[in-house]
């Protein structure tokens, strides 16, 4: 099922009256991306989302997908934008082919998890070479590994906890939230990987890039990018 959620623009400054649609990776992402209980969209990235279309008047729908169906849908064509992308990571050719990034906007480190019983220390991806390692289904990895895919970061982190698998990739704000508020018993990693993240849009919807990167700008010239990440990494526990 497809889920969504519409918030409206400012009608000023918009390139036109169609609404952009995102689409938010089930269960969520906290603290980045997530759908509370009220069915209102939270964290960082839609908190990012929504001051862009204050800035652009450019109109969002939020729409919730797995992961792999978020990437099909947006080579289909069938949503607009997918955030927190990194531009590092090697891709499938026809989502780089669908692809357009706007300016980076923030920093997303990510780590490993691993079960406290491993009796060595794992800080680089080299020291995973031919072991089998969580990911999340439809996310970029390294060709080094091998990958035993799950729908999310959610089902990774409790699989480690329960024993069932003994290492998985996340991203680290992603880890120590389930870690510290879900009580999960996992080691975390230092970050093996720092990148900065981008909003990417489909290149059918060129025409919005110009207004995106200059509303980003302004954001962080003020200070406000600062703002909504403190909001989440320098404050009370988030909750679903």
């Not at 169609?18 to 992402?29: A, I």
């Not at 090697?90 to 906007?105: G, T």
């Not at 680089?124 to 969580?134: C, F, Q, S, T, Y």
Request: net charge neutral; aromatic share 10%; hydrophobic share 40%.
């Amino acid at each position: 099922m497809i889920c969504a959620g519409v918030w409206i623009g400012l009608p000023a400054g918009a390139v036109n009256a169609e609404t952009l649609r995102v689409g938010m990776p089930l269960p969520g992402q906290i603290p980045f991306f997530w759908r509370d209980d009220s069915g209102r969209y939270q964290g960082i990235y839609a908190d990012t989302l929504r001051a862009v279309a204050a800035e652009t008047g450019i109109e969002f729908e939020f729409i919730a997908l797995s992961q792999a169906r978020l990437r099909r849908h947006f080579i289909g064509q069938e949503i607009d934008i997918e955030v927190g992308v990194s531009t590092n990571l090697v891709e499938p050719e026809p989502l780089q082919q669908a692809s357009l990034y706007s300016r980076p906007f923030g920093i997303a480190n990510e780590v490993i998890i691993y079960s406290p019983e491993l009796s060595f220390p794992v800080f680089i991806l080299n020291d995973l070479k031919g072991i089998r390692v969580a990911t999340v289904r439809g996310t970029a990895v390294p060709d080094s590994l091998i990958r035993e895919d799950f729908s999310n970061a959610w089902q990774i982190a409790q699989r480690v906890h329960r024993g069932w698998n003994k290492i998985g990739l996340m991203k680290e704000a992603i880890a120590i939230h389930y870690q510290r508020d879900e009580h999960l018993n996992y080691q975390i990693s230092l970050p093996y990987s720092s990148n900065p993240v981008h909003i990417r849009l489909h290149r059918s919807r060129q025409p919005f890039l110009a207004q995106i990167n200059q509303s980003l700008k302004l954001l962080e010239e003020r200070g406000t990018l600062d703002q909504i990440v403190c909001k989440y990494l320098c404050g009370q526990p988030a909750t679903e």
